[in-house]
């Protein structure tokens, strides 16, 4: 007699409910229904499909594969269904989104830097609410970033500027207004300059070759160590000193100082050591950095010929590199000014690229502006595309916008600034007036060992930076970590804690 299957028994077990059913089986199999329910296995009482012995692993690693096929098919159908049903929530067409990449500058005064963070005024959270608002963005996306792949080719520093910055974003640009539209929902100190569509895989980040930044410096931070300010180091015990006064007439006439010709070469040899690839540890942060990956490579870093500003002598610095550090710009540029008011021998700043670790000043955040970052790999391998792929990533077509924006909401402010705050001037007395970290700072240009950071040793933190009823020694710990573990806390003299670069690469 045939075997009856485990899944025809389990059916006509449920299927007894009658005496007909039940002699029907019996006909059928020539056993009882009482019989038939014994003599199955357990799971088939129970009502469970027992599984077939006769399959392999591989039969049922394809029946998962074949059913997880169908099901997604399945969903993929019911969202398209979906989309063609009316949207009774959605008030406006759905309009194709196109990946572009976004030019734009602004003035980062008033601002926590570029990056949206959550309750922080930042230029990306301004620029996504016009790009709503233009209807750049729609509706639907309105709430989330991410949903149009926003991302930015460099992370700025609070207060830190940009003449040239490039947003890579899905966006609808079916309007050939849509630019001024969005200019017209940003603040003035914001602007966009235009956008270049690009390939779907393009990242601003990675796709980004090199970046330029420009830093402005008056050249009265370059004049010799104020005595003053030498002689409170000397003689005041460390946790007494607090910074004097700078007068009006003594503002005037440290803005009176012009730069030698003999001090200028000293700082353009000095900018020009930067040159290459060296190990950059002691002009970031400790935490991670290692000597794997702090190398980095700088095309130039050039200093211009001095120009007058309202009575005040500046220079423009210009650093091409691939990628920079946190803090490592600024604190290229602090290096520089400390060697330069005691004229250190050079060799120091080969000194600096070893594996000894020492404490480097931030220079001002002020004085640095992103000026552009730059595509040439990415705009070489689209040239080698088909015509009207994708067009090159530069700001030639906006030189002169970016020019007038640069020199009204970016120098201006700059300049401004300075002059009502004393910036630069409050950073220098901070350094002469404590200068315990800067012992590198000598005739020889050798590092001494009370220079070399230690490992879990506590440093002296300034009491300018203790809050009234903190304990000197107690802040010590946490004021290590506000300065970036390098330089006085990041409060002093306009720096903040965060910088104009991202930790890693950027």
Known sequence: MPEVPPEQTSIMDQGSCSNDSSTNNTAATGVLPSEATTTQPKDAQNGAVKRNRGQTSKDRREFARKKFKERNLEMKQGDKEAQRQPNPERTEARLPKRKVALLMGFCGTGYQGMQTNPNARTIESELFKALVSAGAVSADNATDQSKVQLQRAARTDKGVHAAGQVVALKMIVEDPDIVAKINASLPDQIRVWGYVRVIRSFNAKTACGSRIYEYLLPTYVLAEPNKANVEIARTVPFHERRLPETSAEEMAQLRSYRISPEMLQYVRDAFAKYKGTHDYRNFTVTRGCTEVNSKRHIYHFDVSDPMIIDGGEWVSLKVKGMSFMMHQIRK???????????????????????????????????????????????????????????????????????????????????????????????????????????SYINAEGVIPESAIIVPGQVRRIPPIFLKPGDDADAAATAAEAAAGEGGLPAEAAGASSDDEVDTKDD
């Open 332 to 438: 290229m540029v602090g290096l520089i000014i400390m060697m330069a008011k005691e004229r250190v021998p050079l060799k120091l700043i080969d000194e600096m690229f070893g594996s000894v670790r020492v404490n480097v000043p931030k220079a001002p955040g002020l004085g640095l502006l992103l000026e552009q970052p730059v595509f040439d790999g990415y705009n070489q391998r689209a040239a080698n595309l088909k015509q009207g792929a994708t067009n090159p990533v530069h700001f030639d077509d906006y030189k002169d916008a970016i020019q007038k924006f640069k020199q009204k909401f970016i120098y201006d402010a700059i300049r401004e600034t300075e002059a009502a705050d004393a910036v630069f001037n409050e950073w220098v007395k901070s350094n002469e007036i404590f200068p315990e970290d800067y």
